[in-house]
């Protein structure tokens, strides 16, 4: 349809040139890429590049380090900076690869001009990228030359000579011997021999991943083990009505997640997100067990880190427990969740409202009938409140006195409607448990199309629309 010809001569006869079919796909996934330069904007532009095929960068500042570091990381790939002090990028090209004893290396040149790249492309390096240049760009061209010298499927890189067994079993050897050392410095797996070490990483894997990203989803099942090598993670779980999430905790370098799962033998509890780049060691749940059945170091090294776990969340659990007389949010549960759904209301653009009440005249009650009957009232307020809402709003008593609700979805309007609710259902509470005085409220509205991010502000404007009610009235 182009207006393409294609000539095809021979008898048909002659071998196939290879049978490996050139539209087979390559995948590029944990490749390790050495990255040298001094510039650390554009290591973080690299590593984020590099993240999003599940690439592992290995950035080192000089050519020192990138000689000294290369045999350690066993790299796939380098980007090089022509502007690398205190020597030229291009020196590092030919030192590197004899180091490797890789002559084909793969090499990928950064320089500030096209010309002066193209000119010094006869020292040796693969290819070259002019800056500053465009991410997908330098992704595109890493993926290229990964694909052509990383995955051979003869186990062999093209042009490099066979080291007498196939490359494939040596790399992985060496791959796994480099990834048990690491293990081995992790606290938890510090006790484990050498044995139990390649057991654990025999299947294992390098991942990275961006700033953002979800490493797993509450409900998958329990297949792997994170190892966090470097950068942090958040851990949330979503509620019951889905509507919000809560935070666990965070879990940073040297840390492991995922154990709960594996060890009970059930779909995940919560989300784990990525807060940093991270970069993590990812070990099968076959693996982990039959090692941890096999060492009682490994076993109780665990056992004493799920307990330390269980300890954190106890104290966290007791921070943000339930107010005891009326069995809703406290304040501080309060504070957390608020950020939580103004985060929500600010993402889906759907508003937030919140209608704080004031118990009127509770003092003299107490002064009068005593504290019984004060608590009475109070648990009355939060029994019309919670019969009054959705089960998606949020209810807590925020003071002696004082309750607050955030009403997800809601419009300005809407509050009337839900204090004639709660004004009808604390009559009716109130005759139902022949309560000896009337039990009202102030009311005050707070609504944003977008929330602040804590809750004093909504607070406070709530508070003056409830003064400016009651100067009204004349109270």
């Not at 048990?180 to 606290?187: E, G």
């Not at 700033?211 to 019951?240: D, K």
């Not at 504070?335 to 004031?358: F, P, V, W």
């Amino acid at each position: 349809r182009e207006g393409i010809e294609l000539t095809i001569s021979g008898d048909g006869g002659s071998a196939p040139v290879s049978d490996i079919s050139a539209l087979r796909r390559r995948l590029v996934a944990g490749a390790r890429v050495l990255v040298v330069t001094s510039d650390e904007t554009q290591v973080m532009t690299i590593e984020d590049v590099l993240a999003e095929d599940g690439m592992v960068a290995l950035p080192v500042p000089d050519m020192h380090a990138a000689l000294t570091r290369g045999t350690e990381h066993l790299p796939d790939l380098a980007i090089v900076d022509a502007d690398l002090p205190p020597a030229d990028g291009i020196d590092l090209i030919p030192a590197l690869r004899a180091r490797l004893n890789r002559p084909n290396f793969p090499i990928l040149l950064l320089a500030d001009r096209p010309d002066a790249a193209a000119d010094r492309a006869a020292t040796g390096a693969t290819d070259y990228l002019a800056k500053p240049y465009s991410p997908p760009m330098l992704r595109a061209r890493v993926r290229s030359w990964l694909a052509r010298t990383v995955v051979s499927f003869d186990g062999q890189a093209e042009g490099e000579e066979s080291p007498g067994r196939p490359e494939t079993i040596e790399d992985h050897a060496t791959t796994q011997t480099l990834l048990a050392s690491i293990l081995a410095s992790v606290p938890l797996f510090r006790k484990c021999t050498p044995e139990q070490l390649n057991m654990l990483v025999r299947r294992a894997s390098e991942q990275v991943y961006p700033s953002g990203h979800i490493v797993t989803r509450q409900g998958e099942p329990p297949e792997n083990l994170w190892v966090l090598l470097s950068g942090r993670v958040r851990v949330v779980e979503a509620t019951a009505d889905g509507q919000a999430e809560m935070l666990l905790g965070e879990i940073g370098k040297a840390e492991i997640f995922g154990e709960l799962g594996i060890l009970r033998d059930q779909p995940r509890s919560a989300t784990v997100i990525a807060v940093d780049r991270t970069h993590c060691l990812v070990l099968r749940q076959r693996d982990f067990l039959a090692v941890l059945e096999d060492s009682s170091e490994l076993s109780n090294a665990l056992l004493r880190v799920v307990a330390g776990r269980l300890y954190d969340a106890d104290r966290k659990l007791a921070r943000y427990a339930p107010d005891p007389l009326t069995g809703l949010a406290s304040r501080r549960a309060f504070h957390e969740q608020y950020r939580r759904l103004a985060a929500g209301a600010r993402r889906r653009k759907t508003g937030l409202l919140l209608l704080a009440l004031d118990v009127l005249n509770l003092k003299s009650v107490n002064d009068g009938f005593g504290y019984a009957l004060g608590d009475e009232v109070l648990r009355t307020v939060a029994d019309a409140l919670v019969e009054s809402t959705r089960t998606t709003d949020f209810i807590a008593r925020y003071g002696g006195d004082e309750f607050a609700v955030l009403l997800l979805d809601a419009q300005p309007k809407d509050t009337e409607i839900v204090a004639a609710r709660v004004r009808d259902k604390l009559a009716a509470l109130g005759v139902q448990r022949r309560l000896p005085v009337s039990v009202e409220c102030s009311t005050g509205l707070a609504w944003s199309q977008s929330p602040p991010d804590t809750a004093e502000e909504f607070l406070r404007e709530a508070d003056r629309d409830m003064q400016e009610k009651k100067a009204a009235r004349g109270e």
